[in-house]
């Protein structure tokens, strides 16, 4: 079983969780909306991946730009697998330019990003240290332009398996490319 986070200001009703859904069948792909504050978010995800471990031999994460921060932290906590696509490792420097009024690309919801959710993030960061101490796969496109590609390379280099794509962008141009990587990096978890 996969569960797919989306990144910021998205929902699970994205091109790329479809994908995701129709590419990696039999497996068992959710795809789960959450709230837009982390506090909420992340209480949401936990008892997501909780029901999942009542229900599957096998659970992996998969997360895109922000989700994949929010998967970092999970899969650490939780021992799983995961796969960070384009991840935002540092959501609090990236997002606070962010402040302000939002409209989620997906749904449409109006809301006002504030500063106490950039603080809400600071106790989900996991330690450099830490890293790769969950079977981690990361996924790359060298021209993503919202996230430096280089920081993910460099701190997972030794501590997962990195594959980094030429050209591509933020929305992560290479995953069809990518799904054989994924599928196996599910089936050797847990």
Do not use: W
Not at 37 to 47: C, H, K, S
Not at 69 to 96: C, E, H, K, M, W
Not at 142 to 167: M, N, Q, S, T, W
């Amino acid at each position: 079983m996969i569960i797919y986070l989306h990144g910021f200001n998205s929902s699970g009703a994205t091109v790329k969780g479809a994908t995701l859904k129709r590419l990696l069948e039999p497996i068992h792909v959710s795809l789960p909306s959450y709230h837009h504050d982390p506090a909420v978010a992340i209480r949401q995800l936990e008892v997501e991946v909780e029901c999942a471990l009542e229900r599957f031999t096998r659970v992996m994460l998969i997360g895109s730009s922000l989700g994949g921060f929010y998967a970092q932290s999970l899969g650490r906590r939780y021992g799983l697998n995961i796969v960070l696509i384009n991840p935002a490792l540092d959501p609090i420097s990236t997002l606070a330019p962010h402040v302000g009024p939002q409209t989620n690309y997906h749904t449409g919801e109006r809301y006002c990003f504030e500063r106490r959710h950039l603080e809400a993030l600071a106790p989900l960061y996991v330690d450099a240290a830490q890293f790769g101490t969950v079977p981690t796969l990361v996924l790359l496109d060298a021209d993503d332009e919202v996230i430096d590609p280089e920081v993910a390379a460099r701190l997972y280099r030794d501590r997962g398996k990195v594959i980094a794509f030429p050209g591509g962008d933020h929305a992560f141009q290479h995953l069809e490319e990518s799904i054989a990587d994924i599928r196996m990096h599910h089936d050797s978890a847990r």
